[in-house]
């Protein structure tokens, strides 16, 4: 039997297919896939991608599909995916969920921990020894995300106005973000705003930027660091306090971590103020997905 998993998030797609002993038989990645992009081009994006992993795989049959799908988080968002996919060729039978889950099933291969995803958005994933499952955060751009690539972005930006508008001092960050958005003024910056031509991707992109200028030694994008950072350390807080294991393992997972001076200042922040260790993921999100959809499926994967 061949096992397949979907991410879907604001970067990519990526669907990978197992055997049941864990052996990779195929994969691909296509473009992004977000729920609040829109769920008729989110869902075409997984059925195309879906699609052409199979194909180049040479495979014509999945015994399960477990899909990950970030910003999709309560039952009415997946009832309303699972409507457009309908009937997916070539899948005996298929799951949907959010990209925490699949992150959380994927760092600990099925077993008890947590799991901090920190992208674009931010949510931190608990999973109990009696199996429930716990989280915080992952209320999108407007009730949440704090700490993400996008609230980090968001921050930025409003530092900008603040500095052009006098109400907060000059600092290096408002030449580089500036820089980085391709505006000279306030007037152009609204401009980019009224005509919706920033989006949240665009917004999450200016983490480097801000990353840099930050351990250049500059205040403001310091400040900024400093208080996402402090974000995701109360999410995964606010997970374990819930949990009936001590001391869980605690993974984390998303574009944030990729650069070295954030996953260090977060694995020391976290150690310091809460006494947890930071655990390398026994596999990535995609893998999660399989394991999902298996586990939905009631088909046992010989791998865990």
């Known amino acids: ?160 106005i603040r500095s052009a508008e006098g109400r907060s001092g000059q600092t290096a960050l408002s030449l580089v973000v500036c820089q980085k958005l391709g505006v000279t003024s306030l007037t152009s910056l609204r401009a980019m705003v009224c005509q919706h031509s920033l989006d949240q991707k665009e917004i999450a992109a200016l983490v480097p930027v801000v990353l840099e200028t930050a351990q250049q030694g500059d205040p403001a994008a310091t400040a900024i660091i400093d208080d996402a950072l402090a974000e995701l350390v109360m999410l995964v807080k606010a997970v374990e306090k819930r949990m009936d294991i001590a001391a869980p393992k605690v993974a984390v997972a998303g574009g944030l971590f990729t650069n070295p001076s954030f996953y260090a200042a977060f694995t020391w922040r976290l150690a310091e103020f809460c006494g947890m260790k930071v655990v390398k993921p026994c596999f990535p999100p995609v893998f999660g997905g399989v394991i999902y959809g298996a586990q939905k499926a009631g088909l046992p994967l010989s791998f865990l």
């Open 1 to 160: 039997m061949v096992f397949g998993g979907i991410d879907a998030d604001g970067t990519a797609t990526k669907c990978l297919f197992l055997d049941a002993e864990g052996k990779i038989l195929g994969g691909h990645e296509g473009p992004p896939a977000h729920y609040q992009a829109g769920v008729e081009t989110a869902m075409q994006v997984i059925k195309v991608t879906l699609r052409e992993a199979m194909a180049r795989a040479g495979l014509s049959r999945l015994a399960s599909l477990g899909i990950g799908i970030a910003g999709a988080g309560c039952k009415l968002e997946l009832a309303e995916m699972q409507k457009s996919l309908g009937r997916l060729e070539g899948v005996d039978r298929y799951a949907l969920t959010d990209d925490g889950e699949i992150a959380l099933l994927g760092a600990h291969g099925g077993q008890p921990g947590i799991v901090l995803v920190a992208g674009t958005g931010s949510i931190a994933y608990g999973l109990r020894r009696d199996g429930r499952r716990v989280q915080s955060g992952g209320w999108g751009t407007i009730f949440g995300d704090e700490g993400s690539g996008y609230w980090i972005g968001l921050q930025a930006i409003r530092m900008v």
